[in-house]
């Protein structure tokens, strides 16, 4: 019934989807397409931490964790899936030690690596979602052009001291370069400027919100970006539009027209 992954059983695990199979605008078969679903996450900071506690317990089949680092103690206040005896331990495969004890079906591939330009393709290949749990730059460039090439959709988020954003990006809407350019912008540093624990969970539980909105075929708005600020309460979305000059996105669609003419 389930070919690609053990994942989610819609008979043993009736309860554990109930309350999502009741929710209107879930498409027929969706919960099975959830249940098969290869998620990659790429970072396994306070956001990755967030996300693939949400997405695991949903019910998605099978999560790809991503990271070459070590848990430390600093690490203890915000990433919620690691406990005081994990720490010098491997993320991935700490990460994978609970997620596994949350939902026993799911299935984990942990990935003690970081992600390069050399090694993305290989990582990335197969997943049908990309969260991107980063806290770096440039990664994400690089995310963004093989996502837009794979059409993948990649839910990029970020967050540092109270201030958090998140910006799904599907296939045939506007991409990460249309809203930051191709310039590596600086790396968000929690360690100087700080961090409030709860924001990661908020935003990386808004980013699980958007793959399991996209899995079960709920109305989705391309172009969304979610930005939260729990310093001054403010909570808002704008609307990023694709840019007629995105290097990334845009020669695609050129390329597409032309051959369709
Ligand atoms: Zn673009």
Redesign the pocket.
């Known amino acids: 019934m389930f070919g690609r992954n053990p994942g989610l059983n819609l008979i043993t695990d009736k309860e554990r989807v109930r309350r999502l199979a009741a929710l209107p605008h879930v498409r027929s078969g969706r919960l099975e397409r959830l249940g098969q679903a290869r998620v990659a996450i790429v970072g396994l900071g306070g956001l990755g931490n967030a996300s693939a506690q949400y997405l695991a317990v949903q019910g998605v089949g099978h999560l790809t964790l991503i990271d070459g680092d070590v848990v430390d103690e600093a690490n203890l206040g915000r990433q919620v899936l690691f406990s005081p005896e994990m720490v010098g331990r491997p993320k991935v495969d700490a990460a994978r030690e609970t997620l596994k004890r949350l939902q026993p079906r799911l299935s984990v591939s942990a990935v003690p690596e970081f992600l390069t330009a050399d090694n993305l393709s290989d990582l990335l290949a197969g997943h049908d979602v990309v969260v991107d749990g980063l806290d770096q730059a440039a990664p994400r460039l690089w995310i963004n052009r093989w996502a837009r090439r794979q059409g993948v959709p990649v839910v990029f988020a970020g967050a540092i001291g109270y201030e958090g954003q998140v910006f799904p990006s599907y296939p045939d809407g506007?991409?990460?370069?249309?809203l930051w350019g191709e310039a590596a912008g600086a790396d968000e540093n929690c360690v100087t400027s700080g961090i409030l624990g709860p924001l990661v969970g908020i935003v990386g539980a808004l980013q699980a919100a958007e793959v399991i909105k996209f899995l079960i075929g709920a109305p989705i708005q391309p172009g969304t970006l979610w930005l939260v600020d729990l310093l001054s309460s403010r909570w808002r979305t704008v609307t990023v539009h694709?840019?007629p000059q995105?290097p990334?996105?845009?020669p695609a669609k050129e390329a597409e027209h032309a051959t369709s003419l």
């Open positions: 506007p991409c990460f370069a249309c694709s840019h995105c990334v996105c845009q």
